[in-house]
């Protein structure tokens, strides 16, 4: 039957409650480490979505900056390079957006990089729309060139005609023509500025500059009769229609791009941007939630590990009082009780005798104990009476026979005792002497020990700092290593810049031909206006001054443009040979970096195989102390065994002179006994 008032239950019971406290703050703990290893992993995804959403927003960014690049393209290779580059950044978004919604658990996250590929697909659908119209573009541009140098062409030749100029009207005619070349020549500059700044008043210039250029073909039809004439009319106007049919139909094109531009690539690019801001808004938020989230639980972890320590240390104390009061200090008492009662104090009072637990249950069995005693106490007296009365009777004759016994066994044994000491003489004296060459022996091997244990402790000292050295050289290496890689990058990245450079010096060799074919078409003009200044006589003469001017200005334009294209290509071949000579120095600095690689792991397994060295030359100096110590040990048990030996040499001599006097004193004793 289990008491309830019961020192073992009462502790075992504290105990309990001090254990189940003690698991329910190690459950609480590694609950908590739990949730917050959860909500940091939830935190970190949520980071890397943030981060992918940033970097598929700079990919985004890429395709707008290789999209103006293809509106601004004026060769086919550059067309064709931007496109290709479009569609790369859209591949590397695809995949960044593919692996963070793997990543993702939110459906909203989700549904966005849905979005967002969807609208960079028609991004991207809208900018192969354009790759088409700006190659039709160019081919129109030439197309229109060409319209316009055979005009200038035919012109000349008609101009150039002495039947033609002889003619009646040739004056009205030709004053008709430089109404419609300079009306060409308007409606081809406004086309350029239409296309290349997108000015839209423009448009209006070119419809009315089309028709003063139509307008005066008409006109000088009108005006001449010749066959000779009409025939070189004829051709102007067939280049006429050339000309504006090639406008009209770049015109369409660029208004076609600008309406792709508008309702295709522009709402796309931003709404893939507003939602690539909103995810990554929306991941950031989240991720300061799971912080905050796990801030908060370890508040509330440590609250409650607070709560449950406290109790842990209340049951303790409440144990700790309880052991004393109720178990050390009666246990004391019934201890000093029990004490008295073995030093023959039979009415001392037992304490605690009326308590019903196990303490209790001690002092009812030593109070029986204490009846039990005093009982045995008074028949044992009794006892001792009557055996008293007859052994006084055979005592008497038990001595006398006891002295005869006692005589004949206690001579053999002096006998024997005087024989054993002569031989313990003779093996103490063989014994110190044999203690005293141990002695000798183990002096000698503590000093070749000592001298053995001081060269073990140099080499692991020597170890040590080789071992120092080498770890030393490790971080060096590795230094070096990490400087050379971060080398490569800048390497890389002033590889990646130089050919930026190279692109936009190609870029500007472009305009530059631009440039110079407005420079060219501008000294053809002035060529026509010198021309006819010099046609009109004295009354064009102002005007001819003013077109030699034009034409100067033309030539030194034409010749600076050649000094820039000549600069440009020596800043693309030295951009060329930066490329090269840049390549050349990461792959230098990449291999120099594998080489500092293979030196690092050499170099730790140096490191690793010296601290092995070191550690077993350790282990070696501490067993060779181990052995002087053992030797020392040695030599004081020597010692020790050469005094001990010398003394049972002194007692074993000593005893032979007391064995004799015991024989004459037990004579004495037993002739005393016999007298009684």
Known sequence: MIKINSVGNKLGLAGLVGILLSAGVVANQMRTETAISEVNRLADVQQKIADSAMEADGQMRAMQVASQGLRMAITTPEIDKNAAEIRAAKAAQDRIIDAASALATRQEYKDNFAKIKSLTSTYLAAADEIVGLQKKLLELYRNRNVAVIDWNRHLDQLRLTTAVTEATNWPEVDGQLKIADNAINAVQAAAWRYASMNEVTQKGQIITKAKILTDALAKASVFEDSELVQGGLIQLGTDMKKFMTATDEAIGSNDQKTDIVRTKITPAAAAASQLVAQSVSSAKAAVGEARAQAAEEMARSGQVNLALGLAVVLV?????????????????????????????????????????????????????????????????????????????????????????????????????????????????GALTATAEQ????????????????????????????????????SRQVQESANIANSAVAQARKTNDRVAELAKAAARIGDVVELINTIAGQTNLLALNATIEAARAGDAGRGFAVVASEVKALAEQTAKATGDISHQINGIQAATQESVGAIKEIG?????????????????????????????????????????????????????????????????AQSLSGESARLKLEVGKFLDSVRAA
């Open 587 to 651: 792959d230098t600095i990449g291999r120099m970096s594998e080489i500092a690689s293979t030196i690092a792991s050499a170099v730790e397994q140096q490191g690793a195989a010296t601290q092995e060295i070191s550690r077993n030359v350790q282990q070696a100096a501490q067993g060779t102390m181990q052995v002087t110590s053992n030797i020392t040990d040695v030599q004081r048990g020597a010692s020790a065994t050469g005094s001990a030996s010398t003394q049972v040499l002194s007692a």
């Open 438 to 473: 141990a002695k000798e022996l183990t002096a000698a091997v503590v000093a070749a020990s000592d001298e053995a244990s001081t060269n073990v402790q140099a080499v692991a000292s020597s170890t040590e700092e080789m071992s120092s050295s080498v770890n030393e050289i």
């Open 316 to 428: 303790l104390i409440c144990t700790m009082v309880f052991s004393f009061v109720g178990v050390a200090r009666p246990m004391t008492r019934l201890n000093g009780a029990m004490g008295k009662m073995a030093a023959g104090d039979l009415d001392v009072v037992i304490p605690g005798a009326k308590r019903g637990d196990e303490i209790g249950d001690i002092a009812k069995t030593v109070t029986v104990i204490r009846a039990n005693a005093e009982q045995k106490a008074r028949d044992e007296a009794a006892a001792r009476l009557d055996q008293d009365n007859l052994a006084a009777a055979s005592r008497k004759r038990e001595m006398v026979e006891l002295a005869g016994t006692f005589e004949r066994a206690v001579g053999n044994i002096v006998d024997n005792v005087s024989s054993a000491s002569n031989r313990l003489e003779e093996s103490a």
